[in-house]
């Protein structure tokens, strides 16, 4: 993939770096495809430290890794609601903003502030415990969730603008015939159906529970997963499918690099990011399972340049959290250079710093209730 070329390069000036082999390591455990080569290799050539990279597809197995304590992880990327439940069991140490200087050199964007607000309250509703988050995670990427959509399907993509939540869940109405897909993980999926209701997605009755698993089986979906679902809608596999706005674009990034035109793309398959929707933070945080504390500071403080950051963001596909890494995105508007001016265009048009709308961060719920939630999914997709 093409690839910025960013003041980075200063920190890549030789000088006599102590052997992978035998220097200190970082161990990472992260998502798939969420960490660019290029700032590993950055990372390592500055520090000498080395990065061991274990990759677990859902927070919920985040959490059981670190609970497990089976590896001693020393930096963890989990979401806001996980991050809510693992201070609660203190999982998580307090970081030293000494260690992180660039904390104060970047300003976090008013939606990652507002998620931060929202955790905030969330757990004092909860718990009647106020809690700053701050002291325990970093933001390492933002986003949205939104309905990918198959633009070779007539009267699709204005069907979404037009009607909303209602084309994807409404099966029997719109488009009967299309197929649709929904991201793999319960809880998702019940806050999705609440905010078709027109619920708040974070609260749960039994009443509510009934209604999404009737909003859920009447979508009809023919496919529960999470990478695939938007391959299956780039190649005309699936017409329909929730899944987060950073999967999109990452597909879109890689058909840039192909040499297709931002438009040749969304001409083909795009995203409706619906309002309301969900919002999700994903998060650095160092667990008690750390034993190179130095190693996680670093790595912290090395993600929060904004060349870093936005070097990051050029190869996974989500948004940057601080305003400092976004202008460095769209300084590259007006490049010469085909893919980075589509890369920043790509992040105007889906990750517009100054858009405005309804978006709900999940919070962490009780365990009964992710296990009844759970539970009515999994009926849901025995029925399909």
């Not at 979404?160 to 929904?182: H, I, K, Q």
């Not at 708040?200 to 999404?212: E, G, R, V």
């Not at 890494?325 to 001016?341: G, P, Q, R, T």
């Amino acid at each position: 993939m093409k690839k910025l070329i960013l003041a980075i390069a200063i920190m890549l000036i030789a000088t006599a770096v102590v052997s992978c082999s035998s220097g200190p390591t970082l161990r990472l455990l992260n998502w798939g495809e969420y960490l660019n080569e290029d700032v590993i290799d950055a990372f390592e050539e500055e520090y000498g430290i080395t990065i061991k990279q274990t990759v677990a597809s859902s927070n919920e197995l985040f959490y059981s890794k670190i609970v497990s304590n089976t590896t001693a992880y020393d930096l963890v990327i989990p979401s806001d609601y996980m991050v809510e439940k693992m201070v609660e069991e203190d999982l998580l140490l307090e970081l030293d903003y000494s260690l992180i200087p660039n904390k104060d050199l970047v300003t976090y964007m008013a939606g990652v502030d507002d998620i931060y607000a929202s955790m905030t309250a969330t757990t004092l509703a909860r718990t009647g415990e106020t809690v700053d988050y701050s002291v325990y995670a970093v933001p390492y990427f933002w986003g949205t969730y939104g309905i990918i959509y198959n633009n070779r399907v007539d009267g699709l993509e204005e069907a979404l603008n037009e009607y909303g939540w209602s084309v994807y869940f409404d099966a029997e109405t719109y488009f009967p015939d299309a197929s649709r897909g929904m991201y793999d993980v319960p809880q998702d999926a019940y806050a999705t159906a609440l905010i078709y209701l027109g619920e708040n997605p974070n609260d749960y009755s039994q009443d509510l529970l009934d209604s999404a698993q009737t909003i859920l089986q009447n979508a009809h979906f023919s496919q529960w997963a999470d990478d695939a679902l938007k391959r299956d809608v780039e190649a005309g596999n699936l017409d329909m499918a929730f899944a987060y706005t950073g999967d999109y674009l990452d597909r879109l990034y890689i058909q840039l690099d192909d040499g297709r035109t931002l438009e040749e793309v969304q001409a083909d398959f795009n995203i409706y990011v619906p309002d309301p929707t969900i919002v999700f933070i994903d998060n650095m945080v160092i667990p008690y399972t750390a034993t190179n504390l130095d190693a996680a500071h670093k790595f912290i403080n090395f993600l929060l340049d904004p060349e870093i950051m936005a070097l990051n963001a050029q190869s996974v596909g989500y948004a940057v959290p601080t305003e400092e890494a976004y202008d460095v995105i769209i300084s590259y508007l007006d490049s010469e250079d085909s893919y980075l001016s589509s890369w920043a265009y790509a992040n105007q048009t889906y990750y517009n710093k100054d858009r405005e709308g309804t978006y709900y961060p999940m919070t962490s719920l009780p365990s009964t209730f992710v296990d009844d939630i759970t539970t009515m999914v999994d009926a849901v997709k025995v029925s399909s």
